[in-house]
Antibody
Framework: QVQLVQSGAEVKKPGASVKVSCKAS????????INWVRQATGQGLEWMGW????????GYAQKFQGRVTMTRNTSISTAYMELSSLRSEDTAVYYC???????????WGQGTMVTVSS | SYVLTQPPSVSVAPGQTARITCGGN??????VHWYQQKPGQAPVLVVY???DRPSGIPERFSGSNSGNTATLTISRVEAGDEADYYC????????????FGGGTKLTVL
């Protein structure tokens, strides 16, 4: 079946970086954009950016420009999101999501909890 | 960047109809998508492109979009519909194209 499976929970210190993976299966990885969305505890959904797995082209929310990098490895159908210079406010669940051509997110990963704490 | 406004909460009795609104400037000119999120789970797409349903989503879920307001309608509400609901659009003209509303907590009384 079509699914996205993310890497496990991470605990990082302020100033460090985190890299979350998102492995796609059940469909052609390069045919759909991957978006990243995060959610702090008790808060709403926050869009972070998108990546085209075919071209590698990316687009990031201005809030994360300079701190976020989205990449992929097409040989293993996996997308990555790396966030640097972590601060406590980055503590959240991070989701990858497949985007339909209308930019509706039809398939979501299970989420990866990232905790930033000294 | 584009702003979507949702009411924080909506309450409805079982069997009744719930309507959740999503306001935005001329939102009727955009495609609106809706997600359901239950506690501890990833969001699930329930309506896309204003009014289409993904396979597996009950016909009780429907959507509309006109002017400055999009609406998610849930008919014959069940206890299992209790969740947070988010609207979302893609604003291609913006440097922040992915936009979510703040979310609405649907409580089934």
């Amino acid at each position: 079946q079509v699914q996205l499976v993310q890497s496990g929970a991470e605990v990082k210190k302020p100033g460090a970086s985190v890299k979350v993976s998102c492995k796609a299966s059940g469909y052609t990885f390069t045919s759909y954009d991957i978006n990243w969305v995060r959610q702090a505890t008790g808060q709403g959904l926050e869009w972070m950016g998108w990546m085209n797995p075919n071209s590698g082209n990316t687009g990031y929310a201005q809030k994360f420009q300079g701190r976020v990098t989205m990449t992929r490895n097409t040989s293993i159908s996996t997308a990555y999101m790396e966030l640097s210079s972590l601060r406590s406010e980055d503590t959240a669940v991070y989701y990858c999501a497949r985007a339909l051509w209308l930019h509706a997110f039809d398939i979501w990963g299970q989420g990866t909890m990232v905790t930033v704490s000294s | 960047s584009y702003v979507l406004t949702q009411p924080p909460s909506v309450s409805v009795a079982p069997g009744q109809t719930a309507r959740i609104t999503c306001g935005g400037n001329n939102i009727g000119s955009k495609s609106v998508h809706w997600y359901q999120q239950k506690p501890g789970q990833a969001p699930v797409l329930v309506v896309y492109d204003d009014s289409d349903r993904p396979s597996g989503i009950p016909e009780r879920f429907s959507g509309s979009n006109s002017g400055n307001t999009a609406t998610l309608t849930i008919s014959r509400v069940e206890a299992g519909d209790e969740a947070d609901y988010y609207c979302q659009v893609w604003d291609s003209s913006s440097d922040h194209p992915g936009v979510f509303g703040g979310g609405t907590k649907l409580t089934v009384l």
